[in-house]
């Protein structure tokens, strides 16, 4: 069945990875897609993220990777060091080697562009603007956004992240769970000094106390800092202007004995001159259902499932969530249109559900075992750290990875739908 007449309308809400990547998909599958996104124009910079494992074969199936890697932020490997900045422990980005790190890092903003120019003219993109209410019908979805715009579309798609303002229009409450980790992360971006020292590595210093401090490459002369600290509760710290927050940043890093450290101070100096910051009492949203009761309104990305950094799992749970979205949607468009769309959406979240639970799984004790309360403790975690690195390189483990280890050359389990592309017969 040919999907260009007619063309089904979706509205999908936020306009960063998981927004535009659904948008990707759908138009090539012959939909008509909206993306109105509530800022004036694309965010810029924000924090690294990385495109791997399933995700990096979706990014690849849209022609993107090659982009992504050209767009890298440089990041050549992981170095953990003492809190005099002395480094400990080496990770070099190499094959088969043991580091969080890896070729495809790039910073959020930067991907986002990468999307936004591979949709920008096959989507109608509206910035500045946001769903204010909608109404499930039989024939669709009536929304009445914040400009007074008043339209109708087939299904909306919601992909406006973990704070997502549209989510509660459609879903209740309680058919979201949000699980906090006990950790905040405050994320900054900060101009690069020339006594910087190894600024192609991502510098990890652990604190005690429970803290880490860490700096990225940012590109373009800057870097991208983390300070990370335990908090069984919140604080409140998330919903404080700016400055408020740089003064809670600041009180977090001088706690304790290591306010003369080197890696403190520049965190500090770092903190006079930040040119963006975003502060998070870190959890995963973990959702009943990803599709609303009238079953033409879902959800995607971090407004359904997300990770959290702490699994490194964002970017794929965004971009296998907007493939498979499409794919099951043009799937069942073509297959039982009278079925469309609750039965497209239904199969998107019967593999979609699974998947990001995997995902989203951390090992136990992760992450505050990674945060050590003494130094004695970050001396031990050194070593188990450079224990890994020796033994990623063994005999045995190169003859496991060759078995077993599912590398990024590895076959994905995300289902084919070429054959629902505009053009193509089902």
């Given amino acids: 069945m040919s999907l260009l007449a007619p063309a089904k309308s979706v509205l999908i809400s936020g306009g960063s990875i998981a927004g535009p990547a659904a948008a990707w998909w759908l138009t090539r599958y012959g939909f008509k897609t909206t993306i109105v996104e509530r800022w004036h124009e694309l965010r810029p910079g924000g924090q690294g993220i990385d495109v791997t494992g399933e995700g990096r074969e979706i990014a690849r199936r849209m022609s993107l990777e090659s982009t992504i890697l050209d767009a890298n932020t440089g990041e050549r490997g992981s170095i953990f060091t003492e809190i005099s900045g002395a480094p400990r422990v080496w990770m070099p980005l190499e ?90 992360i405050a994320y900054f971006t900060i101009p690069l000094e020339q006594t910087d020292t190894n600024v192609d590595q991502w510098m990890i210093t652990n604190l005690p106390g429970r803290r880490c401090l860490s700096f990225r490459p940012g590109g373009d002369g800057t870097l991208q800092a983390f300070l990370m600290w335990v908090s069984p509760e919140s604080a409140g710290y ?59 309104i879902s959800m995607i990305g971090d407004a359904a499932y997300c990770g959290t950094p702490i699994s490194g799992a964002g970017t794929t749970l965004s971009l296998v969530g907007a493939y498979v979205l499409a794919g099951e949607l043009a799937k069942h ?22 998947f990001a639970e995997g995902c989203q799984q951390l090992p136990p004790g992760v992450p505050q075992i990674a945060l ?38 590895a076959v994905v389990s995300s289902p084919d739908y070429q054959e629902y592309e505009v053009g193509k017969s089902a």
Avoid at 255 to 282: C, F, K, M
Avoid at 383 to 406: C, F, H, I, N, S
């Fill in 95 to 184: 094959k088969g080697g043991f580091s969080p790190t890896n070729e495809t890092e790039i910073l959020r903003g930067s991907f986002a562009k990468v999307l936004y120019d591979a949709t920008r003219d096959r989507t109608e993109w509206r910035f500045g603007d946001q769903i204010g209410k909608m109404v499930e019908r039989e024939r669709g979805v009536d929304v009445t956004f914040q400009s007074g715009r008043e339209e109708t579309y087939d299904l909306v798609v919601l992909a406006d992240g973990v704070g997502s303002r549209t989510r509660k229009l459609a879903f209740p409450p309680g058919d979201i769970e949000f699980k906090n980790l006990g950790i905040y």
């Fill in 238 to 296: 998330e919903k404080l202007p700016q400055a408020e927050q740089i003064a809670a940043i600041r009180t977090h890093l001088l706690s304790g004995s290591t306010s003369t450290s080197p890696v403190v101070q520049r965190a500090l100096r770092g903190l006079d001159n930040v040119t963006s910051l975003y502060l998070e009492y870190s959890g995963q949203v973990k959702a009943k259902t990803l599709v609303s009761p009238g079953g033409r």
């Fill in 333 to 354: 468009l073509a297959l039982s249109p009278e079925t469309f769309p609750q039965a497209g959406l239904e199969a998107y979240q019967n593999f979609m559900k699974p």
């Fill in 372 to 409: 050590p309360e003494t130094e004695w403790g970050i001396k031990v975690l050194h070593q188990v750290l450079r224990t890994a690195v020796w033994a990623a390189k063994t005999r045995v483990a190169v003859w496991a990875r060759e078995r077993w280890w599912m590398d990024e050359e």
